[in-house]
């Protein structure tokens, strides 16, 4: 007797794989597929993916998160969107998109640019500051702080 975790696990794996990474790979690519201006404005959330009947081609539908406002751009841009997410594939994988509207209020926060690093005067300058300080973990730590402060003054 085998424990039902190893079968499930083998045939959930089976099913499942190609769905979702090609959605960790559409995410990936996402502002390449909309353009940088609606990358941040929508989002892919799901794939419905539907077996064919006999001789029928399976037909796998995109789900796109997106507010009112930008449903309507992206609506006319839905033939270029699974053209270039097919081109991503190397198939005609994805047959159809559907918008599911979310408030603008919960849109998805834009992405935080890194900040610059120090450079050497910069560090030194810092380094000499705490140098004073006998605790090492406390010497860490104000450097640490005091290295997130200057990056973002500047």
Not at 44 to 73: C, E, Q
Request: aromatic letters at 6%; a positive charge; proline letters at 5%.
């Amino acid at each position: 007797m085998r424990p039902l975790s190893e079968s499930t696990a083998r045939v959930s794996g089976k099913c499942f794989e190609r769905k979702y990474i090609s959605l960790g790979r559409i995410v990936k690519h996402w502002a390449d597929i909309v353009g940088p201006r609606l990358a941040d404005k929508a989002a892919p959330i799901k794939i419905h993916y539907r077996k064919g009947a006999k001789g029928k081609k399976p037909t796998t539908s995109l789900d796109i998160a997106v507010d009112s406002a930008n449903a309507t751009a992206l609506h006319y841009q839905k033939g270029l969107i699974i053209e270039k997410i097919n081109r991503l594939f190397g198939d005609d994988w994805i047959t159809g998109i559907r918008f599911v509207h979310i408030p603008v209020n919960q849109s998805r926060p834009a992405m935080k640019k890194a900040l610059p690093p120090l450079n050497l005067t910069e560090k030194k300058l810092l380094s000499e500051t705490v140098s004073r300080i006998t605790d090492s973990e406390i010497q860490e730590r104000l450097l640490s702080l005091g290295e997130a402060i200057a990056k973002k003054n500047k």
